[in-house]
Structures are given as C-alpha cells and as structure tokens.
C-alpha cells in the first residue's frame, strides 16, 4: 500500500489542512483545554453543484480556491481553517462558548455576501453552517466534526444559507433526552446493540488481539455512536446491564467462533468507570466466564485512567483479583489523563493503550515521537505491552514500531469488523499484514 494523497495532512487544491489532520487537532485542542469550551463550524457551500455543471470542474476548483482564500482568513480571528472535502469545510475557533460562535457564524455568512472571482467572472456562493460546542456536543474531534456536518446538512435539507447547532439535533434536545433515556433503556431487550471488533496487530502483521466496540442502532434514530451514549448510560445506570451484555456478548462469541472451528484470539473489552468501582463487579465477570464456558484468558479488560484515581488502592485490589483469573487489564487513552506515571508504577496492569491523539502527532515534526517512545521505554520497563491506538496511515505506522509499540490498531487494518467479517479474518489472517509490507523504505 502506497501512501496516497488521502494520508497528506494537507489539501493540494486549497492548501488547507484536511480532515484527519483537523479531528487530530481538535483532540489535541480538547486534551489541552482542561474542559474549556471551543466550537468547530462545518459549512457546506449551497448548490456547488451547479458550478461545475455550468461553468466547468476548472471553475468549480478555482471557486473552492477563493472560498478557501476568504475561510483562511479566519485564521487572524485564531481559528484553524479545514477543506474537509468537495465543497464542505470547517473551522475550529479556541476558547470559544455558543455567543462567541454565533458572531463568528454571523462574520462566515457575511463573508459570503461579496463575490468570488471565478474566471474573469463574479460568481455569488452561499453556504450553509453546523456548529457544535465542546463538551456539549461531542467528546472527540471526529464526534464533533460529524455532529457539526449533520447540523449543516440539516441547515442545507431547509434551503440552505442558514445556521443549524449541533445541540439541537432532535435527538439531543434536552426535552427528547428523556425520550433517548427510554430508548436506552429498552435498547437492551429489543437486542438493538451488536459488536464491532477491531483487530491488534503485532510487530509483523500478525493478529494478536480484537478489541469489541460497542454499536447501538435504533430504528428511529439510526446509529448512535458510543461517544453519545456511553455518558448518558453512565448517568442513568443503565451502563451496569448494558456493560454486563458485553462482556457475555463477546464470551458467547469466542464459544460460537471456536464451535465453529476458529480460533479466536483474545477480546479486549471497554469497562466504564462506573461498571469497574460497582459492588461485586469481579464477581460478575467470573460469573459470566463460567456459565459461557469461557475462561480469564479469552479477554482483557481496558479501563480508562480517569477511573483509576478515585481509588487507587480498591482499583488495584481489583485488578489483582482479575489477573488471578488469567484475565489482562489494559489501560486505555494512555497519556490523556492527569498523572499517567502513577499508574504505570501503582496498578497491576499488563497492557497500556496509548492514546489516538499522541498517534495521530507522531508524524509531525516536534511531534509525539518522542513521548510515545518515552511511555514505550517505561512501560516496557515495567514489563507491559504497549499498543498504539488510531494508527491511520503508513507513516505512523512506522514510526510507533520504531518508538517499539508492540501492537498496532487502528483504520489502516480496517474499520471495526463484524462477526461474520471476523470470521473470515480468522479463516484467513495473511491479509492484515498488507500494510507491513508497503513499499516504503523502512526506518529500521
Ligand atoms: P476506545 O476504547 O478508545 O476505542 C477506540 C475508538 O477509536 C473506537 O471508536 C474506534 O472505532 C475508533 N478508532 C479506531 N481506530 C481508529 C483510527 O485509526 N482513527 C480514528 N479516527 N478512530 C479510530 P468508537 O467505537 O466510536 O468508540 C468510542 C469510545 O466509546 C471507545 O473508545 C470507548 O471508550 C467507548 N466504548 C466503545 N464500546 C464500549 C463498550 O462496549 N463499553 C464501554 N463502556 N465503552 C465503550
Ligand atoms: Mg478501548
Ligand atoms: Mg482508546
């Protein structure tokens, strides 16, 4: 696999960086924030169609130059100016609440007030606009990114030259939560959640691990993301049966997968903070080893680092009592969190997952490269595995092996699978290591 122009940070056309590279910045944006509220803006140009049909693909590409040309200037507002794709841009403004983006969504759709020079030409655009707040509106910079697109889809759906919030997706009114509260809580019985598995691949492509993630889908309200409703289960509790479904979910998986055959190998499975500090929870999981016919070291469960803290010493008790089973613990958005080394020296743990965000940097220069080496050094050091979550492209590929990652995982081997699609993975496992070998001069 080549490295083609969709793994460039930056657009040819407009010069602007491009999508991946502004969710990168967003995460980074949102570790840096402290909790800060920032707005991302999507605005998609109305009728860009008719450009091209009319003027010609050069007209088209010189017109998507100019509005590029008016959005980067937004820069001197402090914003971080995007071309997501054909004609939908976006742009990121720091420090930013609802009032402060609504004048700078006001200042966009003024911008589009004068016209652009097109060939000799003046041509008028309009452009409708979504917008979404952190935290409100999302956890993470593609959660954030998609919602503010959707918003401004829904602006363009109503004729377009017009300005639709994130935060009022029906969905996420907070008159329809109670609505989404109820679908949650039937969601369970009416078997709307199935699991996604995303492979772990180790130094020489070879399969080492799949981690379940969690899909809901409902018949009204489509697919629902784990970003959206992972924090909702948490504050209503349903987050204790819901995580328990997972956990046997996946334990039945590996028992149907072997009957059939396969061999499986180990499932890494997210715990909530509110699942891992509930009454009895080890038991629980012993519970569901046993009457699946599993045993501890089918899986590994990832907690995140925020759960830990709160207490070190009840965490930790637990996790030994996990480990007597054979089961691993992984520590998950490694890096993210208020004291990272505290863990590494304090917990009985066996893998730690670092983070997307320091991923996503490690190509750019001064970039990651450096820290995730650094966390590799000390984890090794403590005799844990390290996985490097979110690996995108060949680049980062090569360079988390060389800070020596053992694992890798992330869309360069693929979205999420499903059952059916692991299964023939398990029939056929050569094909993961395709990106190993890459014609790309190797760094080491
Ligand atoms: P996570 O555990 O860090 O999972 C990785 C997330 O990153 C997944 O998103 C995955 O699809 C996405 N991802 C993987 N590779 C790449 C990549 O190369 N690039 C990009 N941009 N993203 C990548 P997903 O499925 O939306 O899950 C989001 C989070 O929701 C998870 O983060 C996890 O914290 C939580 N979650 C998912 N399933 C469960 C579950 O069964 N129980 C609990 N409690 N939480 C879950
Ligand atoms: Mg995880
Ligand atoms: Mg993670």
Redesign the pocket.
């Known amino acids: 696999m080549g490295r083609s122009e969709h793994d460039a940070p930056v657009d040819a056309l407009t010069g602007l960086m491009r999508g991946g590279a502004f ?1 990168a910045l967003l995460d980074k944006s949102i570790t840096a924030s402290r909790g800060n509220q920032f707005a991302v803006i999507v605005i998609g140009l109305d009728r860009f169609q008719n450009v091209n049909d009319l003027l010609g693909y050069g007209a088209g590409d010189c017109a998507l130059r100019a509005i590029a040309h008016v959005l980067a200037g937004f820069a001197l507002n402090g914003a971080a100016v995007s071309r997501l794709g054909g004609d939908e841009f976006a742009l990121h403004f720091p420090g930013c609440d609802e009032h402060a983006a609504l004048l700078h969504t006001a200042a966009i759709t003024a911008s589009f007030e004068q016209p652009v020079q097109v060939m000799n030409r003046d041509i008028f655009l309009s452009a409708s606009i979504g917008l979404a707040i952190f935290p409100r509106d999302g956890a993470c910079g ?1 959660s954030l990114t998609r919602r503010a697109a959707a918003a401004m889809h829904r602006a363009k759906s109503r004729g377009g030259s017009a300005v639709e919030h994130a935060g009022l997706d029906p969905a996420f009114r907070p008159e329809e939560r109670y609505r989404l509260e109820n679908a949650l809580r039937l969601a369970l019985a009416k078997e709307q959640f199935s699991l ?1 598995y ?1 492979p772990q691949v180790d130094r020489e492509g070879v399969l080492q691990g799949l ?4 899909v809901w889908d409902h018949p009204d309200l489509g697919r629902i ?3 959206s409703f ?1 924090r909702l289960a948490e504050e209503t509790g349903d ?1 204790l049966p819901i ?1 328990e479904w ?1 956990i046997d979910a996946a334990c039945r998986q590996i028992v149907a997968w072997r009957a059939a055959g396969l061999q499986p190998p180990r499932i890494a ?4 903070p509110v ?1 891992f500090a509930s009454a009895g929870f080890v038991e629980r999981v012993i519970g569901i080893l046993d009457s699946t016919g599993t045993d501890g070291g089918c899986i590994e469960l ?1 907690i ?1 680092e925020g759960s830990l803290l709160r207490d070190m010493e009840e965490s930790a008790l637990h996790m030994a009592q996990l480990r007597a089973q054979g089961i691993r613990i992984a520590i ?2 490694f890096g993210v969190g208020c004291s990272p080394l505290t863990y590494l020296h304090r917990l009985p743990l066996d893998v730690v ?1 670092i983070d ?1 965000t320091f991923v996503s940097q490690i190509t750019v220069p001064a970039g990651s490269l450096p820290v995730v080496h650094t966390i590799t050094v000390l984890a090794h050091h403590r005799g844990l595995q390290v996985v490097a ?4 492209t060949i680049d980062e590929l090569e360079l988390v092996r060389a800070a020596r990652c053992d694992l890798v ?4 081997f693929g979205a ?1 699978l499903t059952n059916a699609e692991v299964a023939r993975l398990l029939a056929d496992p050569a094909r993961l290591s395709e990106p190993f070998h890459s014609p790309n001069p190797s760094t080491f």
Do not use: M
């Open positions: 969710e593609a996604r995303q981690e379940a993630l969690l993301e784990p970003d992972i987050i995580g997972v499975l997210n715990v909530s699942q990832e995140t998950d958005d997952k997307r979550e979110g690996v995108e995982q992330g869309f360069l999420p």
